[in-house]
């Protein structure tokens, strides 16, 4: 089992480049959540999805667009990358016990 | 906005000993999960402690809930210098499905 698998590792674009993150995972559980995280900020959610067919804004979620394609798979999607947006980005899935989730290795996005 | 602020910001030790973390919130929670990161890495959960729990084991982890004072602490005992991490704690809402808010982080250097 993979667990939770993102794609790519890393990205560097240039500013109003478009992008997709790419999370899977086969652990069978209904939430995913986007996250991103920047130094001494900790964890700020961007968009998350209770189920498959629907998704919710998070904390941060201006200038991102994401896509719950089924169960297995959530997509985050950069339209116009700006240089603010330079972060690392975990996605996550969270089980139906207390919410726990399990993160992916994690996106390391440069935006020039 | 966080909901969590982790105390101290970063920790640095001799291998053997203890190290103690702390985590204040600000509203009400089901429950309060602690996490770790390796540098370069996604986090791992690592405990959770419900509401109505005061104090919870695992291994070399202690970790204690005050709700009266809406506080944490993650105690790590005989530390070794694989536990060098970034330690977060999240704390879940009144329900399961309720998103997790983390903290920014407390870093610790357990030094050989």
């Known amino acids: 089992n993979a667990g939770v698998t993102q794609t790519p590792k890393f990205q560097v674009l240039k500013t109003g480049q478009s992008m997709t993150l790419q999370c899977a995972q086969d652990m069978n559980h209904n939430s995913m959540y986007w996250y991103r995280q920047d130094p001494g900020m900790g964890l700020r959610l961007i968009y998350y999805s209770a189920s498959e067919g629907t998704t919710d804004k998070g904390e941060v979620p201006n200038g991102y667009n994401v896509s719950r394609l089924n169960k297995r798979e959530f997509s985050l999607r950069l339209e116009s990358a700006a240089p603010s947006q330079t972060s690392v980005y975990f996605c996550?899935?969270?089980?139906?016990?207390?919410?726990?989730?399990?993160f992916g290795p994690g996106t390391r996005l440069t935006v020039l | 906005s966080q909901q969590g602020e982790e105390d101290p910001q970063a920790l640095s030790i001799q291998e053997g000993e203890n190290a103690t973390m702390n985590c204040s919130y600000k509203t009400s929670i089901n429950n309060l999960q602690w996490y770790r990161q390796n540098s370069g890495r996604g986090l791992v959960h690592l405990i959770l402690i419900r509401s109505n729990e005061r104090e919870k084991h695992s291994g070399r982890l202690r970790v204690t809930l005050d709700t009266s004072k809406k506080s944490s602490s993650l105690l790590i005992t005989a530390s070794r210098a694989a536990d060098t991490a970034s330690y977060f704690c999240a704390t879940g809402g009144r329900y399961d499905t309720d998103k997790l808010i983390f903290g920014t982080g407390t870093r610790l250097q357990v030094f050989p």
């Open positions: 996550a899935v969270g089980t139906s016990s207390y919410n726990e989730q399990f």
